[in-house]
């Protein structure tokens, strides 16, 4: 069987300055490693998030995002210029439950609640999402390697 990794954005992936991505301010550019917004305040990717994403891809797993977010297009900004949105196969970002992400996510996939791993900073997501019967994962100071390793065992 299938599973499908799924991850949070804002503190999940990355970190906005000690914010939400939608309280930044664009247009965003790509300084070295990092983005900046229009103020210079930086944006970075988890250290773990590169590799990550490329064993998962490696070893052909199916990834999506469902994030919140109240500015959907700035994240999609935010995925291409850190150049990892290709990684994912499907994308619900929007504000509204996650109860609706994941519901959008079984319909499109056809994968089962009980075979998807979601990762999130916010212990009520990790609570409603959990009680669809997905293994939700709660990520303290954005995603280690290490947490989904453990999830792969």
Request: with cysteine; glycine share 6%.
């Amino acid at each position: 069987m299938q599973k499908l990794f799924v991850f949070d954005l804002d503190f999940t992936l990355w970190n906005a300055g000690e914010t939400w991505c939608d309280h930044t301010n664009p247009p965003f550019r790509r300084v070295n490693n990092h983005v900046e917004d229009s103020y210079g305040s930086r944006i970075i990717l988890y250290p773990d998030v590169p590799k990550i994403l490329n064993r998962l891809n490696a070893d052909k797993y199916t990834m999506a995002l469902a994030s919140r977010t109240g500015e959907p297009s700035w994240a999609v900004q935010l995925l291409k210029l850190f150049k990892i949105d290709h990684f994912f196969a499907y994308k619900e970002i929007y504000p509204g439950s996650k109860i609706t992400h994941f519901n959008n996510l079984q319909k499109h996939t056809g994968i089962p609640f009980s075979e998807m791993v979601f990762f999130d900073d916010e212990m009520r997501n990790i609570h409603d999402v959990g009680s669809l019967g997905v293994k939700a994962v709660f990520v303290e100071d954005g995603i280690s390697g290490h947490m989904v390793e453990n999830q792969l065992k």
